[in-house]
């Protein structure tokens, strides 16, 4: 009774054990160390801290002090009752005090103190175990006799009299320990594997981590860049807005000058032609015909009326050819300075090459536009494909680059990237039907995929695709493909180990596709 009401005491109110590492707050309670940490950290966003026992309430995190007495109180319990542990079965016979159990008998599915241990059966039958409640459990529920054997045809436990003459006569069966050392075996096995696998996926999610925190502060470190970058920009746009108004204003007052000047030429002029006008008038007014006669004055102007009219029409022109070449002059450096911001390097044509393409696809004199023209009657040679393919004079054995085609004129294509090395003749010289090429591909109306080593991903088939960006980075083994509608849209990505050369490559089945410029670059971002 006295060892019952000690263990009472010494039971923790949140975990409802035996103290672990007791500790004290301040109200007196005491808790296990761990249950205690664990609810002050749930009231951390609470703007008070409270006793799970009598509520007391802290402003702040209470301090735990370590109650060493009761850490000695509890050892020493611990110490006097190794067998009876934390399982709280009682003793089934102890009716007047509880007692804990030290053993249970399957045979008389009781659980026994130690007083009562000392005078129980020892014959065979009575088959001790640890405590434990599930008594029923260890024995058959047919014969009510103990499990002793294993069938491992069934895979069940059983008694004698299953064996000998139940349902599992005859079949392959152990002893219930034997079976339980093998099935041990196998589940330290499992546990091995299990604990690899584990490490592995451990491995994976810290690598994974990693890459997001990576991920996380290149994009930080791009969004800074960007936000350098427009306010950068804000500025140039700004400087320029002031340069071509400042150009305006300037021709406007030179204008205004030379307007000014003519102005006040004519008005010399207006004057002169006043005084003469006055002069006629007289001589109108005269009725000597020989005076009016003998007057030998100019009567008009016309050279000089048609002079003065040429120079102010000139006068009041402003050069907007001018002020054009300024503004479009100053957003090609501030475009320049955005390449260079990102590290793009000048634009370097792709051109098709003739020699490769096939019998059905003719090639502009620009060596931009691929259409379908049946016959073309070109010679056959190693180089030309025998389907309706072509690919680029050059290739891009590195660096990264993008080049962009124009498909809004036909419904039958595809675009991608190959190999030098690709077939030119038979099925797998087709784009996407070898290892040697990735391409976007298009059938009829809205129906779009990405083919790979004759491996085919379908994509959505609302996809507004007039205009397709192919995106390379050799080194890092991507390429990607995007449709430049608004806003751009990524349509997917590969990633390989790239071996040779990449070059542009088109395929086309009816209407004509159109090449613009690659843009290189031969450093990462930011």
Known sequence: MASADLRQELICSICLSIYT?????????????????????????????????????????????RNITLCNIVGSFRSSQ?????????CTYCVDSPVLAAKS??????SLCDKHLRVHSKAAEHVLCDPTTALGNRKCSVHKRILEFYCTEDAACICVSCRLDGEHQGHQVELLDEAYEKKKEKLKDALQKLTTKRAET????????????????????IKESVTAL?????????????????????????????????????????????????????????????????????????????????????AGDLDVGLISETTRRGLSNIIRGINLCFYMQDATDILLDVTTAGNNIEISGDGKIASVSLNQSRPVTPERFQCDQVISTRGFPSGRHYWQVDVSKSLYW????CYPSISRGGHQSYMGYNNKSWCLCKRGFNQYAVIHDSREIQLPDNIPCDTVRVYLNYEAGQLSFYSLCDPIRHLHTYSATFTEPLHAALCIWGGRITVSKAIRSREKLP
């Open 21 to 65: 590492d007791p500790v004290t707050l301040r109200c007196g309670h005491n808790f296990c160390r761990g249950c205690i940490d664990r609810v002050l950290d749930t009231q951390k966003g609470s703007a008070v801290y409270t006793c799970p026992e009598c509520r007391a309430k802290f402003k702040k995190c209470p301090a735990l002090q």
């Open 82 to 90: 190794p067998d009876q542990g934390e399982t709280g079965i009682l």
């Open 105 to 110: 008998c399957l045979h008389c599915e009781a």
């Open 202 to 221: 451990e491995k994976r999610v810290q690598s994974l981590q990693e890459r997001r925190k990576e991920d996380q502060r290149k994009a930080a470190g």
């Open 230 to 314: 427009f306010r950068d920009l804000r500025r140039q746009l700004e400087d320029l807005e002031k340069r071509v108004l400042c150009e305006i204003s300037s021709q406007e007052q030179r204008v205004s000058l030379s307007v000014s000047d003519l102005i006040q030429q004519l008005e010399i002029k207006k004057d002169e032609l006043s005084r003469k006008m006055r002069h006629i008038e007289e001589l109108c007014n005269m009725s000597d015909p020989l005076t009016v006669l003998q007057d030998t004055g100019d009567l008009c102007d016309n050279e000089g009326r048609k002079r003065h009219h040429t120079q102010v029409h000139g």
């Open 414 to 417: 595809r675009v991608g990237m």
